[in-house]
């Protein structure tokens, strides 16, 4: 099993367009879902700045107390200044605490808020997006944007934006207060912060380049997890078991070797910050206490700028670690980015034309199609289908029969031409109408979480508990959903509630019916029924489809029997075009296909 679809935002190979293209596109998205916070980020930036610079005032506040309460209680045994400099150390930790509580709070609500917002947004476009869209994007890098990405940039929010503000107003005040209270010392880390910033520097860079690589292979496995539970039946049925672990091995080993990597540069920039930080420090009481004993520098004040220079670079570690989160974001903001800016290639008309009320007449109006990466598929079609009209096509697989079905439901636009529903072209009408007039029946029969009546009830919410149960009786679903556990009430995913592949397609056919189309579409809606279901569902079949267009899509055809007309499809054209008994009587492709069929059930 090969992982398709790691492609786009997940290769590694960009441009340097592509790539200032994409980072320009990710600060766009940034700005535009932190827009409607500015107000409370304006408020919290004030917190932080009067947090940070009350938790900086401390050792000038023991300076002062060593170097001006002290004496003054051994020079007149006055102890105001000591009381004020006690006062002073503990309302400037008590405002300190108090403000980053504040500051905490609310930027966890910016970052919530910020996160609710771009997961809706996430959520709703990828539900706008067209068909063509997620038949191309895999369901693996879906899931990923959904969940390892959004956690990313909530790790970010939460935490890495928290460590890089205070810590920069952090150094910055803590810089200010060291060149007050003595130049030199204020000089000693000036110099000591330009390998630290070099250091810092190198650390980006090298960065930036290993966290999109640890963010590409954690892509690839979660993709290939997916795509592998996804189709764990064919894992089962051709024993792929001990090949998918070697690849799964493989995925989980580049995304051990990426993370090795970051953790090698962390190995490095760690140590060697401290290791200025500690040289500083150093230098500092050094110099300061051959200037004590000069009578140069007063104690307190050596006391204060090391505890300044011990405090100055303890926040460059937390910047650190502010760049492992804000590259993962990063990359993470980059690949979501990037679905956002994705566009429907079925697009909502600007100016919809209303169809309250649909016949179901279908026209194809030399219609062309071809998908994005292919050949034409209906290389020229002209079709007109009658309202009330139930058509069944046939032909080899590959004949365009699906295609024609998904421009029919309008999941693709023609590539020329135009398909019209009562005489209005598609791409003119409301997505509304469009829904509510045309409703597909696949194969793939999916249900939701939930109960029967709520997944029966998929295309009608409102729908009474009576209607949703006369949708089920014509179809011939009623007896097998009065005999699970709960009846119309089972969760369908829950233990008791597991129903048959055969059942899932009568609970689709049910859905349908109850949704009450102008068009109904089945393709290869039957394929997963046995015989008496089939015989069940066609009896439905010919009372329901009575007053509606149909088109039928069907390898039997015993299913084919019940239609008014037959189409046999070849290459993307109508090489046949006659009822059932005509066509059999003309004998062409239809006849010999029919014959094969007749013989094969003896």
């Known amino acids: 099993m090969s992982v398709h679809g790691v492609t786009g935002e997940d290769r590694d190979d960009y441009t340097k367009g592509e790539s200032r293209e994409i980072r320009l596109r990710s600060r766009r998205l940034l700005l535009q879902i932190v827009r409607p916070h500015r107000a409370r980020i304006a408020w919290t930036m004030l ?8 938790g900086v005032v401390g050792p000038a506040i023991i300076a002062y107390g060593i170097d001006t309460a002290l004496p003054a209680i051994l020079d007149g045994q006055d102890w105001m200044p000591l009381w004020v400099a006690t006062i002073g150390y503990v309302v400037s930790a008590v405002v300190a605490g108090v403000l980053m509580y504040a500051y905490t709070v609310s930027s966890a609500r910016i970052s919530q808020a910020v996160l609710f917002s771009l997961r809706r947004r996430l959520f709703d476009h990828t539900q706008r997006l067209s068909l063509e869209f997620h038949e191309q994007y895999t369901s693996g890098r879906i899931i990923a944007r959904q969940t390892s990405d959004l956690e990313s940039i909530r790790d970010l929010l939460d935490q890495g934006l928290n460590e890089l503000v205070r810590g920069i107003l952090f150094m910055a005040f803590t810089g200010v207060a060291m060149v007050l209270l003595d130049p030199i010392s204020g000089l000693v880390l000036a110099i ?62 580049d995304y051990r070797l990426a993370n090795h990597r970051v953790i090698s540069i962390f190995g490095i920039y760690e140590p060697g910050i401290v290791a200025i930080g500690a040289i500083s420090i150093a230098t500092i009481v050094l110099l300061g206490g051959i200037r004590v004993i000069e ?162 009830a998929l295309g009608r919410p409102q729908a009474s508990r009576e209607e949703i149960e006369g949708a089920a009786r014509a179809v011939g679903a009623h007896a097998f959903i009065a005999a699970l556990p709960d009846g119309y009430d089972t969760d369908v995913n829950k233990r008791g509630g597991r129903v048959s592949s055969g059942q899932r397609q009568l609970l689709s056919f049910a859905r349908a019916f109850l949704a009450d189309p102008a068009v109904l579409i089945l393709d290869e809606a039957t394929a997963s029924l046995d015989i008496p279901s089939e015989r069940l569902v066609q009896q439905a079949l010919q009372t329901l489809l009575a007053d509606r267009t149909a088109i039928i899509i069907a390898h039997r055809l015993s299913t084919v029997s019940i239609a008014d007309r037959v189409l046999v499809m070849e290459h993307g054209r109508v090489i046949e075009d006659g009822s059932p008994a005509e066509l059999i009587a003309a004998g062409g492709k239809f006849a010999g296909l029919h014959r094969a069929w007749r013989e094969s059930l003896v």
């Open 47 to 54: 917190l932080v700045v009067v947090s940070a610079g009350a």
């Open 295 to 456: 009578g140069d520098l007063a104690i307190g004040v050596l006391l204060a700028t090391a505890l300044y220079a011990r405090q100055f670079f303890q926040p460059i570690q937390g910047v650190a670690m502010f760049f492992n989160g804000y590259q993962s974001a990063s990359a993470a903001l980059e690949k979501i980015s990037g679905v956002l800016e994705e566009e429907p290639t079925v697009p909502e008309p600007t100016q919809p034309q209303r169809l309250e009320a649909s016949r179901g007449r279908i026209d194809f109006d030399e219609v062309r199609f071809a998908y994005a990466t292919g050949a034409d598929v209906l290389p020229s079609l002209d079709l007109h289908i009658p309202a009330g009209q139930t058509v069944a096509l046939v032909g080899t697989t590959g004949a365009g029969k699906s295609t024609l079905a998904k421009l029919v439901s309008r999941f693709y636009d023609p590539t020329e031409g135009a398909v019209r529903l009562d005489g209005i072209d598609m791409r003119d009408l409301a997505n509304e109408d469009l829904r509510r007039a045309v409703v597909m029946v696949t194969q793939e029969a999916y249900l939701f979480s939930g109960t029967v009546a709520e997944n029966i």
């Open 192 to 253: 000591a912060l330009v390998p630290a910033i070099l250091l810092t520097r190198w650390f980006q860079q090298r960065a930036t380049v290993l966290f999109r690589e640890t963010r590409s292979t954690s892509a690839r496995m979660i993709v290939y997890f997916v795509e592998t539970m996804t189709g764990i039946r064919a894992v089962k049925a051709f024993r792929t078991e001990a090949r998918n672990d070697d690849e799964f091995g493989d995925r989980v080993e």
